[in-house]
């Protein structure tokens, strides 16, 4: 268990909708990405956020849209859904800080499957 | 051209044997070097991570870097059926605040 948690698990819906994916980060950590990973595909980094601000970003489509809470969770919407997005998406977090040798490695949440018809 | 270049394999391989997993990158500010183990589109789980050139050894397994080559290396010794996962490299310049992932190597142990 790596201490990260992700909610739902898993989420059917429709073309068209909206839905909202949920992360908490390892206590302690301030540091949450998002990646998205389609079927046998890698790992596609979405975003970063450090303490409440957007630290990086990736191809995240502008459909897509992310915030990190002052309680340091964090929450992926996904608007205007299309058959495409149907994925596994994974929140990671890790004790980035931005400072010089701030390791950036991170830990993974089990992941929302993400099954969009 | 990627920023990191992983064989997908599949790499298959019998019980007991000694595996090499390997990735390349162009940037050459890469600093941090890690390898992450998928199991059947689990979360992805951490083994190893190096800071800059060097071997790290961590029971059965051990990561190289060698940043003049622009290379990274996973070596699992006495493989076992409980290895078969995907395997991914990641490496990160802290500067851009992101990881980068290899697409990932899938490896098979067969009893």
């Known amino acids: 268990d790596s201490g990260v948690t992700q909610t739902p698990k898993h989420l059917i819906t429709a073309t068209g909708q909206r839905v909202t994916l949920r992360c908490s980060p390892r206590?302690?950590?301030?540091?949450v990405y998002w990646y998205q990973q389609s079927l046998d595909q890698g790992l596609q980094f979405l975003i970063h956020y450090y303490n409440g601000e957007e630290r990086a970003k990736g191809n995240i489509l502008e459909r897509f849209s992310a915030q990190q809470f002052p309680d340091l969770h964090s929450e992926l919407n996904l608007s205007s859904l299309e058959l495409g997005d149907s994925a596994l998406y994974f929140c990671a977090s890790s004790v980035y800080s931005g400072a010089i040798r701030s390791t950036d490695t991170q830990y993974f949440g089990p992941g929302t499957r993400l099954t969009v018809l | 051209q990627k920023e990191v270049e992983q064989d997908p394999g599949p790499l298959s391989v019998p019980e007991g044997a000694i595996v090499s997993l390997n990735c390349t990158y162009s940037?050459?500010?890469?600093?941090?070097f890690m390898w992450y183990r998928q199991y059947s589109r689990k979360g992805p789980e951490l083994l190893m991570y190096?800071?800059?050139?060097g071997n790290k050894e961590d029971g059965r397994f051990t990561a190289q870097v060698d940043k003049s080559s622009k290379y990274i290396s996973l070596f699992i010794r006495d493989s076992q059926p409980s290895d078969s996962a995907t395997y991914l490299c990641a490496m990160s310049d802290t500067n851009a605040g992101k990881s980068t992932f290899g697409d990932g190597t899938t490896l098979t142990v067969k009893p």
């Open positions: 206590s302690g950590d301030l540091s």
């Open positions: 190096t800071y800059s050139s």
């Open positions: 940037n050459s500010a890469f600093q941090y």
